[in-house]
């Protein structure tokens, strides 16, 4: 299996600007999760989809974040406008219910520069 | 509230042993994960514990104890390429609740 695919691995972009990333789950995964990572706040769970529905979005930090899973092989997770705090690693993660549920495999991240 | 903690920094010498702590003040946690990153990298799977006890693959060991709200991470025979951050996470209604992450520096 390729594991968790996510695009772009990097992005630079102006503030104010629209920013979508992209994430791939593993095949045969039915829950998939956003995270932010920062040096200040760690690893923050952005929110999770479970069956491609949304759970929890409690982590999404307002509402210029957006996140969809219209199907079982693909997530975006948009901001919209962006702004210089957004800077950050993006991880999308996904695991399987039907064993521990709590291995998540993660991708290899999209760093993110808003400036 | 939920959180995690475990020291910031850990320093060890090739072929030591180290153990990494972790407490949690929460409710509702199933069980307690360990995930290693190296710099640039993504977190990566290393156990998890749902009971009380210990749990050993290979080199690396992991123990709960759900009475005292602690875990923690042995790492035994410690080699260069374990330099990384080590996160313990609590588990939770499929989703995990993350620790800060602790960095470990292997020496010669």
């Known amino acids: 299996d390729a594991g968790v695919i996510q695009s772009p691995r990097h992005e630079v972009t102006e503030m104010g600007q629209e920013v979508t990333l992209r994430c791939k789950p593993i095949?045969?995964?039915?829950?998939l999760f956003w995270y932010r990572q920062t040096m200040m706040r760690g690893l923050e769970l952005l929110i999770y989809?479970?069956?491609?529905?949304?759970?929890?979005d409690s982590g999404m930090p307002e509402d210029r974040f957006s996140a969809k899973m219209p199907n079982a092989s693909f997530s975006t997770l948009k901001i919209q406008p962006s702004e210089p705090r957004d800077s950050a690693v993006y991880f999308c993660?996904?695991?399987?219910?039907?064993?521990?549920?709590?291995?998540?495999?993660f991708g290899p991240g999209t760093r993110l520069t808003v400036t | 509230g939920q959180s995690l903690e475990q020291p910031s920094e850990v320093t060890a010498v090739e072929g030591a042993i180290v153990q990494i702590n972790c407490t949690y003040q929460?409710?509702?946690?199933?069980?307690l994960s360990w995930y290693q990153q190296h710099d640039g990298g993504a977190p990566t799977f290393l156990s998890y514990?749902?009971l009380d006890g210990l749990e050993e693959t290979g080199r690396f060991s992991s123990f709960l104890s759900r009475s005292d709200s602690y875990g923690y991470l042995l790492l035994q025979e410690l080699q260069m390429k374990d330099s990384a951050s080590y996160f313990c996470?609590?588990?939770?209604?499929?989703?995990?609740?993350w620790g800060l992450g602790t960095s470990l520096a292997v020496n010669p």
């Open positions: 514990n749902a």
């Open positions: 095949s045969g995964h039915n829950s």
């Open positions: 993660a996904s695991s399987f219910d039907g064993g521990n549920s709590y291995e998540q495999y």
């Open positions: 996470a609590g588990a939770n209604n499929r989703k995990l609740i």
């Open positions: 929460t409710s509702g946690f199933y069980g």
């Open positions: 989809f479970n069956n491609n529905v949304p759970i929890d």
